[in-house]
T-cell receptor
Framework: AQKITQTQPGMFVQEKEAVTLDCTYDTSDPSYGLFWYKQPSSGEMIFLIYQGSYDQQNATEGRYSLNFQKARKSANLVISASQLGDSAMYFCAMREGQAGNNRKLIWGLGTSLAVNP | DADVTQTPRNRITKTGKRIMLECSQTKGHDRMYWYRQDPGLGLRLIYYSFDVKDINKGEISDGYSVSRQAQAKFSLSLESAIPNQTALYFC????????????FGSGTRLTVV
């Protein structure tokens, strides 16, 4: 079964508007971390934001925020005031387990975001 | 200099050739990883290393080998390249903390013809 699901293969947003990229996850581990990465067309993988399963507040990093709904097992990325440079693939990923254990990063298949001028 | 440097950035090689992809990092992290990325399949883990003496297979290690020459260096080899190994390859590092965010290199785009 997919552990990380990104249901939107492609999204469009108008410049300066906000956009939400969906991510749902599946785990029975009470301790986990959720990540969002951006991959522009040049190929590099850029870390955006992190949410720990025990964090009480939603993570925010500049224009990025993570809408974490633990009961629904969703960790949607919200980009406010979209810019043309936000056009890229966006990946949601999860790591299960306690620090120090053999923990691997599980990836979604990504959402392609296009920002229109 | 980038925190994680991969060389080469692009490579075209012939079927059957041996090729090495190199990765070096300045983060001081013990943990290093090699991933490959294919369209529609996402990122898949090839090998990972928790320190110089600890190397582990990931989910798709067949056809690949690795060498952890030092804490800062982790190389991936394709012993006899085949066309379905054409992909984008990423090296990553992370610290062993609860957060332990991954830092990725810029990727190596490998084409096997």
């Amino acid at each position: 079964a997919q552990k990380i699901t990104q249901t939107q293969p492609g999204m469009f947003v108008q410049e300066k508007e906000a956009v939400t990229l969906d991510c749902t996850y599946d785990t029975s581990d009470p301790s986990y971390g959720l990540f969002w990465y951006k991959q522009p067309s040049s190929g590099e993988m850029i870390f955006l934001i992190y949410q720990g399963s025990y964090d009480q507040q939603n993570a925010t990093e500049g224009r990025y925020s993570l809408n974490f709904q633990k009961a629904r097992k969703s960790a949607n990325l919200v980009i406010s005031a979209s810019q043309l440079g936000d056009s890229a693939m966006y990946f949601c990923a999860m790591r299960e387990g306690q620090a120090g254990n053999n923990r691997k990063l599980i990836w979604g298949l990504g959402t392609s975001l296009a920002v229109n001028p | 200099d980038a925190d994680v440097t991969q060389t080469p950035r692009n490579r075209i090689t012939k079927t059957g050739k041996r090729i090495m992809l190199e990765c070096s990092q300045t983060k001081g992290h013990d943990r290093m990883y090699w991933y490959r990325q294919d369209p529609g399949l996402g990122l898949r883990l090839i090998y990972y290393s928790f320190d110089v003496k600890d190397i582990n297979k990931g989910e798709i290690s067949d056809g690949y080998s690795v060498s952890r020459q030092a804490q800062a260096k982790f190389s991936l080899s394709l012993e006899s390249a085949i066309p379905n190994q054409t992909a984008l390859y990423f090296c990553a590092t992370r610290a062993d903390t609860t957060f332990g965010g991954y830092t990725f290199g810029s990727g190596t785009r490998l084409t096997v013809v």
